[in-house]
Each structure stands twice: as structure tokens, then as C-alpha cells.
């Protein structure tokens, strides 16, 4: 018996077979964000229907470190690829609201599945024209909670980024033009929102 035993200690278990993925996001999180809206939802998606799980994730920025996209791995616990739980992965990141312009990427295949359905918009904010009027985080508080009254945006988490030359705001909601319809008056006429640019994001 003992011999036998010695064996089994050494005999490595089979690798279980995985599929894996990225789900890219074309959302402006920073991680703690991220994982409020969207990890901590997929997780628990994934766990209670027994497909997989999330892996790990990070966030892709550009200079001068503005956040262009934010991700999620994902181990499926199959090495055949189901496009139904794939399908049913995205529906369910499409209701934690990704934005358009997201993609789900599948390693073994190295297929770039399209999904999304919010739409995004970005107020940026002249930073010289802020200090000019003495800003304080309770002025930039009141301006991006009035956007989100009048645009009606989803406000599921708190989307911004700043450097030294400007503060950046982001909204997402089902239409970019009906949002910056709903907010071109309040921007071009409040002084703090003096110089400030709206740019569609998604």
C-alpha cells in the first residue's frame, strides 16, 4: 500500500480544461468602479449558473492617463466553446450597462464578438477656466449631478479623471445626441462649464 501511495503523491492531476476570455469594456472605470458595476455582478452570474469564473482584469489608458477602456478575464470551465453561455455572458454585462463599442474576445478562436448597447459622453472641462472661478469638488459635484438630472444618465458609478489642464466627466446613457441635447444649455451657459467640450465616448 505504501508504494502505491508514494505513486499517487506523484502522478500530477489532469489540467482541467478551460476556455478563456476577455470581455473589454469600452467604459471609463478605475477598478473600484469596475468592480461595482460590473465584476462583482459577473462573478456571482458566473458562480450561480456554474460556468466559470473571473480571473482578473485591468484598465488600458493613454496620455496623459486618461482611461481608454477597462477589462475582465474570465475562465469558462470548458475547453468547448458554447456560444449560448457566451451570448448569455454578454447579455448580462449589457445589463450592467457596458456601452457600445465593447468586445468579447476569445483566445482559442481569436474572435472579437461586438457588444454594447449604452451610448457615452464625455464633458471636459477647462481646468484654467476652473481655478479662474475658485472650483471646489462641491462645485464639480453640482455639475455632474445636474448633468445627470437633465440628461437622465445612468448614474451607477462615479466616472471622471482629471490632469492639469482638464477635468473630464463621463455620462452613459441610451442616446449621446438626446444627452447633449439635454445638457448643451446648462454647460454653455453655467461660468465653471466655460471652454468646455462634448465629445461622444461610445
Known amino acids: 500500500m505504501f508504494p502505491n501511495l508514494l505513486l499517487n503523491f506523484f502522478i500530477k492531476s489532469p489540467e482541467v480544461a478551460v476556455t478563456h476570455l476577455v470581455a473589454q469594456l469600452n467604459d471609463k472605470l478605475s477598478p473600484a468602479e469596475k468592480a461595482i458595476v460590473y465584476t462583482r455582478s459577473l462573478?456571482?452570474?458566473l458562480e450561480e449558473k456554474s460556468y466559470g469564473e473571473v480571473t482578473g482584469g485591468g484598465t488600458a489608458k493613454e496620455e496623459p492617463g486618461e482611461i481608454v477602456f477597462c477589462d475582465l478575464q474570465i475562465e469558462l470551465e470548458s475547453e468547448n466553446i458554447d456560444y449560448t453561455v457566451i451570448h448569455s455572458i454578454i447579455e448580462h454585462l449589457e445589463n450592467c450597462g457596458a456601452p457600445k463599442g465593447s468586445k468579447l474576445l476569445v483566445d482559442a478562436t481569436q474572435e472579437e464578438i461586438p457588444f454594447g448597447k449604452m451610448e457615452g459622453m464625455a464633458v471636459y472641462l477647462d481646468a484654467e477656466n476652473l481655478q479662474e472661478h475658485n472650483c471646489t469638488s462641491e462645485?464639480?459635484?453640482?455639475i455632474q449631478k445636474e448633468i445627470y438630472r437633465l440628461t437622465g444618465a445612468r448614474e451607477n458609478a462615479?466616472?471622471?479623471w482629471e490632469d492639469e489642464t482638464?477635468?473630464?466627466l463621463y455620462f452613459y446613457g441610451t442616446s449621446y445626441e438626446e444627452m447633449k441635447a439635454s445638457a448643451?444649455?446648462?454647460?454653455?451657459?453655467?461660468p465653471l462649464c466655460q471652454q468646455a467640450r462634448i465629445v461622444r465616448i461610445a
Open 43 to 45: 462573478s456571482a452570474f
Open 139 to 142: 462645485d464639480l459635484d453640482f
Open 158 to 160: 462615479d466616472r471622471y
Open 166 to 168: 482638464t477635468t473630464a
Open 184 to 190: 448643451e444649455a446648462f454647460i454653455s451657459g453655467y
